[in-house]
């Protein structure tokens, strides 16, 4: 696997910092799929897991949408692989998943989380409230937030891919 991510400049201001470490842990979970073909990414990690590097990818394609468009921004953004029904749909793949289709829609979830973060305040209320709980957060707690979602699944990641192919590597 290649390596072009970046850590933040150490002496970076926090908002720069925060927003680098979120970069940097969207490039990690890139790189553990770099490469892989479709079967591959699609492969669960060990029985009775259905937790595969296609469907962390899924998953975070709805947590960007979740946080980033429906907290930070109020918009009407339903789940794009889960349903009320189906929490876990996100995790569940299937034949019909290409690596294509789910990359092109976590990169636009991605896209839209950069664009609502823009310019928004760290400590100012987010537009809109988390469905369940009905709460309100601040930018800085969604960064803080993305920054551990994605450390903890880039560790599922991590040992995915070593099993499929032997690729190891932060």
């Given at each position: 696997?290649?390596?072009?991510?970046?850590?933040?400049?150490?002496?970076?201001?926090?908002?720069?910092?925060?927003?680098?470490?979120?970069?940097?842990?969207?490039?990690?979970?890139?790189?553990?799929?770099?490469?892989?073909?479709?079967?591959?990414?699609?492969?669960a990690?060990?029985?009775?897991?259905?937790?595969?590097l296609?469907?962390?990818?899924?998953?975070?394609?709805?947590?960007?949408?979740?946080?980033?468009?429906r907290?930070?921004?109020?918009?009407?953004?339903?789940?794009?692989h889960?349903?009320?029904?189906?929490?876990?749909?996100?995790?569940?793949v299937t034949?019909a998943?290409?690596?294509?289709?789910v990359?092109?829609?976590?990169?636009?979830?991605?896209?839209?989380?950069?664009?609502?973060?823009?310019?928004?305040p760290?400590?100012?209320?987010?537009?809109?409230r988390?469905?369940?709980t009905?709460?309100?957060?601040?930018?800085?707690?969604?960064?803080?937030?993305?920054?551990?979602?994605?450390?903890?699944?880039?560790?599922?990641?991590?040992?995915?891919?070593?099993?499929?192919?032997?690729?190891?590597?932060?």
């Amino acid at each position: 696997m290649t390596n072009e991510r970046r850590e933040p400049a150490k002496d970076a201001d926090e908002r720069t910092m925060l927003e680098g470490w979120v970069e940097y842990h969207r490039q990690t979970l890139a790189l553990k799929c770099e490469g892989l073909t479709d079967a591959q990414l699609r492969t669960a990690s060990v029985a009775p897991s259905a937790l595969s590097l296609m469907g962390l990818v899924r998953h975070m394609a709805d947590v960007e949408r979740s946080w980033y468009r429906r907290v930070l921004a109020d918009e009407d953004a339903g789940p794009i692989h889960y349903s009320d029904d189906d929490l876990d749909g996100d995790f569940r793949v299937t034949e019909a998943d290409t690596w294509q289709e789910v990359h092109a829609t976590w990169q636009a979830e991605i896209e839209a989380a950069r664009r609502n973060a823009a310019g928004f305040p760290l400590d100012e209320p987010t537009r809109g409230r988390h469905r369940r709980t009905g709460e309100r957060y601040t930018l800085r707690w969604i960064h803080t937030h993305m920054i551990e979602e994605y450390a903890r699944h880039n560790g599922h990641a991590d040992l995915i891919r070593e099993r499929l192919d032997g690729a190891t590597g932060d």
